[in-house]
């Protein structure tokens, strides 16, 4: 009976969610359109199959004795296992916690930089002007944080840890797209970003899925302030009103009335701070 209901959810959902407009369900987690459809068994939320897995792994990471079960980010419902593979009259299931391994433990300041995807992206824009560093040539001169932010800024949003083969082919392009004009090629500005917002773009793809073009957006942010990792996370937290990674203060209300960040109903950050 359970699994003939399991059967009959998931062809509705599947239905309703073969329309053209997919990105009208994104799915909650990465925000991007949903890329192997999976559900939780109890509150059938829907997810991506690998963003889900990587979350219920992220979860008992944090727990001394993982759990058989694991919340909905979305609801909170305990749910005990992963349906996906749906092909029209069969699934799959994925029982959480079996054959879990070894998790990456997100740091504080990763979980500081994976709640920032959840913010709108222009909240720094009158900060640093990403148009002008461009249109200044600032690009030519190098950043000795790049790599080390880079790092940083994939393994929150892939949340695992050895990204670096990764970090070092997108290093490799933007070093390579730097270098172009010292060969005496003229390019208008205007030309030059676009050119590195596709190449990123084209390379980041495969590996952060919808967060890509979010992830673009904050590569250049950093490198057109010019700041340290530390100088520019102590921007980053004063304009969104967090006095410490994930924290709000009421001292910030009148600053979050104008750049208030648009982040989904989900419970991810709450796990997330409570055992920091």
């Known amino acids: 009976m359970a699994q003939q209901e399991e059967l009959n959810v998931m062809k509705n959902s599947s239905c309703s969610s073969s329309s053209p407009s997919e990105d009208s369900n ?8 949903v890329i192997q459809l999976s559900y939780l068994d109890k509150c059938f939320h829907k997810f991506c199959y690998k963003c889900i897995l990587q979350w219920t792994k992220v979860v008992a990471s944090k727990q001394s004795c993982p ?3 694991v919340k909905c980010p979305m609801c909170k419902t305990e749910n005990f296992s992963i349906i996906h593979g749906y092909d029209g009259c069969s699934f799959q299931k994925h029982y959480i916690n079996q054959d879990s391994g070894d998790s990456f433990i997100l740091s504080s300041s990763h979980k500081y930089r ?14 640093f002007d990403v148009s002008r560093y461009w249109k200044s040539c600032k690009y030519l001169q190098p950043n000795c944080w790049l790599e080390s932010w880079l790092r940083r800024e994939i393994q ?10 990764i970090m070092h082919h997108i290093l490799g392009l933007i070093k390579s797209l730097m270098r172009l004009e010292r060969r005496g090629q003229t390019i208008t500005s205007e030309a030059k970003q676009r050119e590195f917002q596709e190449t990123i773009s084209d390379a980041a793809r495969p590996f952060l899925a919808g967060r890509t073009d979010r992830f673009v957006i904050e590569v250049e942010l950093f490198l ?14 004063q304009r969104l009103g967090w006095s410490a990674h994930g924290v709000t203060t009421e001292a910030a209300a009148e600053e979050l009335a104008v750049h208030r960040p648009v982040i989904p109903y989900l419970h991810i950050f709450d796990d997330f701070d409570s055992n920091d």
């Not at 994104?26 to 359109?33: K, M, S, T």
């Not at 929150?156 to 083969?165: G, S």
């Open 156 to 165: 929150a949003l892939m949340q695992e840890e050895n990204v670096d083969i």
């Open 67 to 69: 759990s058989p079960s």
């Open 114 to 127: 994976l709640q920032c995807y959840y913010t709108e992206p222009g909240f720094l824009n009158d900060i």
């Open 224 to 237: 057109a302030s010019g700041l340290n990792i530390e100088a520019y996370d102590a921007v980053c937290m």
């Open 26 to 33: 994104p799915c909650p987690i990465c925000l991007g359109p």
